[in-house]
């Protein structure tokens, strides 16, 4: 055991919305929740309506919504810009012929345009699907084929990795502020936006119809199309309400990309859906930057992740003293074991308890979670949500006691629950494959208080700043590369991120391992496939080892990075 169970922050708070947890696990009920939505009278559901018209509807119209802010922009928009703003593209779709159940992909940075395309997509009953700017061709490609996307939402900037003759299904792109390029068969997204209506006859739904499709990477084969439903939303909502702890006068910040989970489940729906004030910045990561956007805007609620915490903490205290953060009174971490030292660190640094939280792309919100008011113990992730059971488990789903390492899993189902595998039955199976529960493929251990503990991945997943990467998308973009004859990727710790990507190459003949050569490869990864999936480090070697069946045993190259024991060798190749 890692960590020191004696060790634990308290403090105490005035209030907060959750109250004493364990007397709100024993009253909880999903079906209070639903009570807070309009379709629950009327039946008539859409995640866009609950989250941006509903307040407009109810007097809040004038209320802010979004105070975004990057390099060159400043702009604040109240509920009913949202509401007027999300119509108009809803209106633009329409006219496209795009309609319930169309797949509708938005591949650009952050930006205001980003938000009104994602809820006017929402609003038509069309699946979203965010992309993250920095994929490259291959990797858009995969996901857009996989998804038969039929419309596509992006900038002037991003159009060269969009290789139009391969993707027969998408008929739409639509260009954000690039001016005329209609005559190259473009559609103008701000020509189309100021010609459209601002009302907009909403498509209502059903709780289970599709709202977004967050590609994600497993071990083995492409990333997966996990797909929610506007069920998710019931979950959003509560958990922005008992562990974001949101209330009205909220000025909420998460830093995550909507092309990540984090980004849209509590970088859009949970907060507008408890109707506060979210903060989006656009552009780069540096600590200056960072703590100026809690003062300008006077943050109060904070959502990060471990490599920032950890970056900013490296940057030093000085730094902090430059800046007046005494608006934040709730903060949290999400992605990545959150350090123990980094806990400790903030409630130093910031006077605030960091919370950590667990969830997955899969799971759709937040499960494991530090409450405010409740006991932190450094580097445990928290206990289960109110209506949720979590358990560690073995292989074969037997609930192991206290202290003992196994399978992390969570009862099913629970509302943000994922609905399917795009197009992937098998994969989807898999994560239920115990009777009963959602294997999460982490594994961990409960101690006697009920607190869960992160001890690792049990696949071969790559966790780097927060973000998920699967070694075989990687490796199948190195042996792309002439040079490269066999590839395999692991994980390889770092201090700053948690994991960095590191690959062990083993070269066709006549190529001369040289750092050039290394470079080179490098360089095609990340322009091949993205800047976070390059291999930082690459090792050359004459053979990689293998199963008799041609397999790549990463096991083995990680025992090989970090002296290990290789473990049992008897499926090796010779
Ligand atoms: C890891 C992000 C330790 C975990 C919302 C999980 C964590 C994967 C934590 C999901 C945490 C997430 N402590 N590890 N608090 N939160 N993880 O799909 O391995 O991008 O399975 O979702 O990140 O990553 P994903």
Redesign the pocket.
Known sequence: MSHDQNEFIATVVERSNLGDYTQAREQFSWEEVKKHFTWYETGKVNMAYEAIDRHVDEGNGARTALLYSDAVREEAYSFLDLSEGSNRFGNVLRKYGISKGDRVFIFMPRSPELYLSLLGTLKVGAIVGPLFEAFMETAVKDRLLDSEAVALITVPQLLPRINRDELPQLKHIFVVGGGAQEQEGFIDYDAEMAAASDELELEWLSLEDGMILHY?SGSTGKPKGVYHVHNAMIQHYYTGKVVLDLREDDIYWCTADPG???GTSYGIFAPWLNGVTNVIRGGRFSPQDWYQTIVSNKVTVWYSAPTAFRMLMSAGDEVIKQFDLSTLRHVL??????NPEVVRWGTKAYNQRIH???????TGAQLICNYPGMVIKPGS?GKPLPGIEAAIINDQGEELPPYSMGNLAIKTPWPSMMRQVWNNQPKYDEYFRIPGWYV???SAYMDEDGYFW?QG?IDD?I?SS???IGPFEVESKLVEHPAVAEAGVIGKPDLVRGEIIKAFVSLREGYEPTQELKDDIYRFVKEGLSAHAAPREIEFKDKLPKTRSGKIMRRVLKAWELDLPAGDLSTIED
């Open positions: 994600t990540w989970v984090t971490s999400v992605g990545e074991p959150l950590d939280t667990w969830w997955m792309t899969e992730m999460s493929g982490d992160f991945r997943v966790n927060g973000e998920r």
